[in-house]
Nanobody, 122 residues
Framework: QVQLVESGGGLVQAGGSLRLSCAVS????????MGWFRQAPGKEREVVAA????????DYGDSVKGRFTISRDNAKNTIYLQMNSLKPEDTAVYFC???????????????WGQGTQVTVSS
């Protein structure tokens, strides 16, 4: 079993920055592809960013390209999402997720965190 715990959410003004963290425990973290998803009220959950176990094969959702950066530190069993130039439309609950297969991560993640709220005020 894998446990994921997000942190770092909060309230920020438009144009500001936040860094989300996701601490992973339970199994060998470095074997898993990892990603960030988000869900805004009344909307479907969407992929924000995803990466392979090695830190490569990175993809971003179109709405966050050039503003968000995903990274991982396998020594700390943690992934990060650096969010810059935040917009009100980035307001959502952000979830980290894991899967042993990079391709399946973005469609059917095997493990989810509990989510952290990000609110961007205009």
């Amino acid at each position: 079993q894998v446990q994921l715990v997000e942190s770092g959410g909060g309230l920020v003004q438009a144009g500001g920055s936040l860094r989300l963290s996701c601490a992973v425990s339970g199994r060998t973290f470095s074997y898993y592809a990892m990603g960030w998803f988000r869900q805004a009220p009344g909307k479907e959950r969407e992929v924000v960013a995803a990466m392979s176990w090695s830190g490569g094969n990175i993809d971003y959702g179109d709405s966050v390209k050039g503003r968000f950066t995903i990274s991982r530190d396998n020594a700390k069993n943690t992934i990060y999402l650096q969010m810059n130039s935040l917009k009100p439309e980035d307001t959502a609950v952000y979830f980290c997720a894991a899967h042993g297969n990079r391709r399946l991560l973005v469609t059917t993640p095997a493990y989810w965190g509990q989510g952290t709220q990000v609110t961007v005020s205009s």
